[in-house]
């Protein structure tokens, strides 16, 4: 063979062996590129979740429905409130059960009326309430004598509700809850009111008046 040809062979393996190397390395920096992309775009949907997550967390606030009732009537209505609102459904359970005697408004010597008579009446509650946890409370009572049951402002007054919205709903023959709810507004101030609304044990109804609520 001659020196040409061997020179030409050499040149040949070198440029080869060169093109090799560099199609080898090139296509590891594009596999670098692809897989830092796809870290990239990985944690950028990581982030966007946790960002997704803060939100929701924020804006979900504890609801508890706490409520008074006689003779079931506004349980009834507080069990759909709760179904709505997937909130904490807690009764307010007097110390002394109200009897069929002590409900009886055609006498005006019966326990209710007479407490109802009492301003200054505040008929001591059996269960202890967390009222603490909550940012939202619906408080519902049947209406006695126009107003809301004295025992609904024992509750009042023995828990801290500062700054907290609350929400009344009241059952009842026909009374609306307007001298209550403005009892409320004008005597606890420190707490956020939403507009009452009495409601009869009417799932529609109830879902209708939840569904309007901006809390
Ligand atoms: C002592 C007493 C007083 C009442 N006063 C009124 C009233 O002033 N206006 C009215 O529409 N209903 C009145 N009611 C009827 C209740 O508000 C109504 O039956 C209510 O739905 C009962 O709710 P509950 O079953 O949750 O206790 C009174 C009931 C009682 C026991």
């Not at 301003?119 to 940012?135: C, F, L, T």
């Not at 001298?179 to 879902?207: A, C, H, M, P």
Request: hydrophobic share 35%; charged share 20%; aromatic share 8%.
């Amino acid at each position: 063979m001659n020196k040409k040809i061997i020179s030409l062979i050499i040149a040949i393996i070198v440029i080869a062996v060169g093109v090799s190397i560099w199609l080898i390395s090139s296509n590891k920096d594009n596999n670098n590129l692809n897989s830092n992309a796809n870290i990239n775009e990985n944690n950028d949907i990581a982030n966007a979740e946790e960002n997704t997550a803060d939100t929701e967390i924020s804006s979900r606030k504890k609801i508890a429905i706490i409520y008074f009732s006689a003779t079931g009537t506004t349980r009834k209505v507080a069990e759909y409130i709760k179904e709505l609102t997937a909130g904490d459904l807690i009764e307010i359970v007097p110390k002394e059960k109200y009897t069929d005697s002590d409900l009886n408004y055609s006498n005006s010597d019966s326990r209710a009326t007479r407490e109802q008579n009492n301003s200054s009446a505040r008929p001591e509650i059996a269960n202890n309430i967390d009222a603490d946890s909550y940012d939202v409370i619906f408080l519902g009572y049947p209406i006695w004598w126009g107003n809301a049951p004295r025992i609904i402002l024992t509750f009042l007054d023995n828990h801290d509700l500062n700054g907290k919205t609350l929400i009344p709903f009241c059952t009842s023959g026909s009374s609306g809850i307007s001298t209550s709810e403005n009892y409320f507004k004008n005597n606890y101030k420190n707490i956020n009111w939403l507009d009452g609304k009495r409601l009869e044990v009417s799932q529609s109804e109830v879902t209708a008046w939840v569904n309007s609520l901006n809390y």
